[in-house]
């Protein structure tokens, strides 16, 4: 029994021979990129709808392409908007970007500090600054909320940029130093004894010998604080007093029609975001590869 | 070492994470269990009053929104698992030289407005909405017809989360896949597994690490959320968040009970993430 057990059926010894296996094998390749394909398109789907609706000449009824327009991409990029949207935009830019600069200086300082504690601190500090990541949006936005009350209490006019800047750099640092860790411990402590060995200050080391090696991790944390920036809606929410940023505006708009702009910008904001990261993508790999050309002469 | 007199520059962090996240946790607790008007605590007494107004038998309209709040999330992690794993898995062996490129494809929608995105959706599954008429220029249409109006409006939030948390599940997950030693996999079919005993011993059990990240990105936002379950349903549907939204302003002691009921989870996964991923390496 044991025997006839171990012997393949007719089918298993059908399904093994070797062209057919290989058939079977490229038949799971293209279902397996299909798979990729449709959900990919999926996540896409809205994005797209977004584009058409940036094109859509139709001001009553959002339902329905009644025609091809420019007039909402010229709208945008002559700044001729509607007062709300364009406060809107102007705030999550400028919050955006500040938060964005700020956080990326104090996140490096903050995580060259954590990588130079003592094990058992790093790993509690690294540990604190999993918090506001780990935090779900909302109570973030309470908390910071009860905190910028109080303060109201004593500054009555916090709330407003100034509360909605200092809520952004507050989860934003926590991406920055997160991103500049890994980099932090690739480097060779070494090097920074050596720079004060050769009467570096403090100062100059960190900036000529550790910020050089860990810039990487740095350029990334900067990326994932102005994304997150950018995008926040819940901790903007309980935060932001009387002003509106896009969120908020697009939020306000569940009942009711969107200026058409919000699309195009949408669209423009995305647009410039992706072709400025193939830029870099295609500089930086123009420049491996002119290096890998490089090499063997020196060697 | 010099450098490990540098640790004093983490030192006004530990300060300000005290002020922005440990003080407010406390308000939180005690607010709970308070009477107050706003955050002044003048005049106020201790009281259960916010935890009644949630957990009563008497009237069961916001524990039912507890346990539709809890099935939305739940589903549609769920369903984010269920995608976002084989799509992580299938970049991560890819044989494409350039992963980086695929990667960058799932990102990209993040740097939409979500929001925006979700008003897109919205039209998308609306029975007139704007691909159908693209489409009908050309003869096709496209509408989905749903049963009924709870029907329709628990898919669309369902569908609305996992498109706008779905790269949150591939992130951690690709990243974990793509560490994985390749020779432990060669070992395990050299020993005669295969593949699919392969990935059941060896690849899902190393991949754990970025599995519970991304279970834990994507529960937490869903379950916490309002913005997205509010536009999808057009203010009909009232979810955990919503509460805390139409409270923020009037009932600060109702607000910090919700809140205790979200951060008892995130509590939890706190403890998770910290058991299995001590350096947080799957969180960006």
Redesign the interface.
Known sequence: MGVRKKEPGRITRYLRRPEVEKVLQSIANVLKYAFFAFFMFLMYLPIIVIAIQSFNESTGLIYQFTGFTFDHWKNVLTFNLDSSLMKAISTTLLVALLATGISTVLGTIIAIGIHSLPQKKRQGMVFLNQVPILNADIITGISLMFVFKIVAEVIPGVFGIPSLLIAHVFFCIPYVVLSVLPKLAELDDNLYDAALDLYCKPAVGITKVIIPAIMPGILTGMLIAFTMSIDDFLISFFNAGQVNNLSIYIYGGYNRRLAPEVYAYNTILSTVIIVALIAMYVSSSLKKRKNLKREPRHA | ??????????????VW?L???G???L??FILSFMNTD??SFAGATWTTAAWEKMFTLADTTNLQILGYTFLTAFVATVICFL?GY??AY??ARSPFSNK??IL???I??????????????K??L?E????D??LSRIGLSFSIVFANQDQATFISIVIGLV?TF??FMILPIYTVIEKIDESLLEASMDLGANRVRTFAKVTFPLSMKGVTTGI?MVF??C?????IQ??LS??TVYVL?SL??VN?IHDINF??ML?IV??VL?FG??MI??KVD????T??
Do not use: D, Q
């Not at chain 2, 070492?1 to 530990?14: D, E, Q």
């Open positions: 070492m010099n450098i490990k007199k540098l640790g004093k520059l983490a030192l006004p962090y530990l994470m002020v922005l996240v003080i407010p946790l308000m939180i706003g955050v995608i084989p799509m299938i970049v980086f490129v960058i494809l799932t990209i929608p993040m740097w939409s407005n979500s929001l925006l995105r979700n008003v897109a959706l039209n998308i609306s007139s909405n704007i691909l008429s693209l498109l779905l790269p834990i937490l936002p379950f916490s959320g309002f913005a509010k536009l057009s203010g968040g805390i939204e923020y607000v910090s809140s979200i951060l995130i996964s706190m993430v910290n001590k350096e947080g390496a969180l960006v």
